[in-house]
């Protein structure tokens, strides 16, 4: 090869692409809110079991200006709480069927819950619905054999859910 051409291709940046088939691109925090998840790195397997993946979100609102005809809304990154764009590690114990994230890489300040309801009405559903930040969903991404069931159970609550809206004629 070409001394220069080696050169050019050793000094040119080579730009690694994390694939991000392993969390939820977005989901819901609120009305006019969501959490945008970026994917930094592979998953891998804890000692314990758990599987973790390192992401970054961003969390965005929209913001509207209600004196305007039509109605002008834009989003912009949330200075609310907490920053809009942290790095934070998810977790999923694929068996246990828990899911936590923690800005820790250890789970030391994790916040875990279930991703199914233990208790009420909804004992055995999946927790997919953003008021719970859609633990069932973003544990899903990680455990996909073991999600089977849940997303079912999903598919058949909408499917029953259109049902009782249509009409009969």
Known sequence: ????????????????SVPQ??????????TGCRVET???ALPERMPDGWWRVKVRQSTWIQRCDWDTT???CVDELWEGRTPPIKD???FADCPGKR????????RSDAWEQSVFHEEGDWKGT???QNVYAAPFLRWAKLCPAEAVEGKQQI???????????????
């Open 1 to 16: 090869m070409n001394p220069l051409l080696l050169s050019l291709v050793l000094s040119t940046p080579h730009v690694i």
């Open 21 to 30: 088939d392993h969390v939820l691109p977005v989901f819901g925090c609120g």
């Open 38 to 40: 970026e994917q930094l």
């Open 70 to 72: 039509p109605l002008e």
């Open 88 to 90: 934070l590690w998810l």
């Open 99 to 106: 899911f936590a994230s923690s800005r820790n890489p250890d």
């Open 126 to 128: 999946p927790k997919f």
């Open 155 to 169: 598919k058949d609550m909408f499917r029953s859910l259109r049902k009782a809206f249509e009409t009969k004629e």
